[in-house]
């Protein structure tokens, strides 16, 4: 799947706190819960993000809690894929697990990058591209296990097709 | 071949495998799996869509109300309505009511439903509590419970294991949680991301269970999937009259192998203190004497065992919180509560001017039982001081262990124990 938007920019560490105040988690709705994400980091996010943008953070993305109300309300504001040098490990198997795209890319595109400029993902690639100038970026690739559960649609869809076997 | 470490063999065990090397994917069984009235919703949610009539095994399914509870709103009403309602439906035995209920880290050992060897899941980042008894227990998002619920069985990458060693003697005023603070200062917060910690060394060996759940449930904040200690004499002697299920400890090899190996000589270490916005942030409390605060928290599933309220106690005895402070306790269980009004601690607790809470996880994340204003600063034995954790944004937030917090409250600064004592 080929994915183009608009990027918006994130430092090291953003936690789910962050991501989702915990005050907001008596909703599971993914729009409900959009419409507060990032707003103790960034009050302009949730308003201005549209749907197609790319998140670009640095390492240890989604660190803290094991919310999944996280990768929802990023789901639910209709980001469509985040690229960061690194996730924390609870965020990245309810990434997997709920079918939001995430890459894990080594190069340090929290700091190369610029706000609001245009990037193309090829996903199943994993290559990343900087429209602006053309340069190209590989990010790590999933495990055969993995690209099972996301090819799936998720890992709820993968426990179906276990019970039928 | 090399030996294996515990965690390896736990989940080589569960795997149905003689052997796993970290980097394995494996699919393993699980003996708990657990949700709150945050998490479990969304999983309950999930797990409707497959449409099963049953929970792969009711006794395995842990629910606990504790977060927004007792309900804070309608929202958290209806949330902790629709696990009740599934609990019942699913005839899930492990369903903590109000009025039975603890904060669910602090529960799930006390009840002996936590035992060495196990491999549990919970829907919730500090299921790595349950490390302290040996066994592998990691958190999970809500989704992961609703598969483990519907097959009984999760997925995990085997993780590598850092090796923590603690030597020397535990100074006064110093426990399980100036432990931890500091080893996640000297790692950082993503220091031991998707590895196992494993807490060993002499000094952990005369760590009491209480300090022992204190450093395996902050795991999570060096990135770490799990923290552990060995079974010893100490867990034994824990388990005892607590569950009548047969259970098989589990021992790394002595020939495992370690990523990396730490060492701290904790003999000189001042009772810690992690500055806002991380758990990472931390310095001796004598860098951060002086810091005027306005409440403290002494509870959570990090420090709300009755260890942790016999230690304030010691403190408060006798004694005033500041007239600028607000001091809320929280015991983490029923029991705990009980306990600790049999031992008197809560008269202490009240002549002291502080207010005691029913078990909840409130403040911590800033659900409700004390939320903070702009620009307040709070000093907490909870374990995270992120952005807007407990309330406003600019609100800040201190962590500490039990004593420092309720020598702080009395100071109504951030001070060293001794100071209040001498």
Redesign the interface.
Known sequence: MILEGKVWLFGDNVDTDAIIPARYLSATDPEELAAHCMEDINPDFAASVQAGDLLVAGSNFGCGSSREHAPLALKGAGVSCVIAKSFARIFYRNAINIGLPILECEAELSRILAPGELLRVDLSAGMIIRLSDGSRYQAAPFPTFMQEIIQQGGLIEYVRHRLKR | MSGQTMIEKILARGAGKKEVKPGD?VSVKVDLSLGND??A??AI??FE??G?DRVFDPEKVVLVPD??TPNR?I??A??ALLVRRFAEKYGIRHYFEIGRMGIEHALLPEQGLVLPGQIII????H?CTYGALGAFAT??????L??AM??GEA?F?VPSTMRFIYEGELPPWVDGKDLILYTIGQIG??GA??KAMAFCGPVIEKLPMDGRLTMANMA?EA?G?CGYMEPDAVTFSYLEGRTAQPYEPVYGDADAVYEQTLTFDVSRMEPQVAFPP?PDNTHPVSEAAGIKIDQVVIGSCTNGRLEDLRRAAAILKGRRVHPRVRLIIIPATQRIYRQAMAEGLMDIFVEAEAAISTPTCGPC???HMGILARGEKALATTN?N????MGH?ESEIFLCNPAVAAASAIAGEIVHPEEVMA
């Open positions: 994917l945050i998490t919703p969304v949610k999930e869509r497959l099963l977060h927004f709103d929202a958290a209806e949330q919970g829907a919730d980042s299921t958190g999970v998002g809500s989704t992961d609703a598969a519907a097959i997925w990458k917060v993503e991301r998707y999570i990135g999937k991380a994340l800033g659900g995270r992120f952005v807007g954790r944004p």
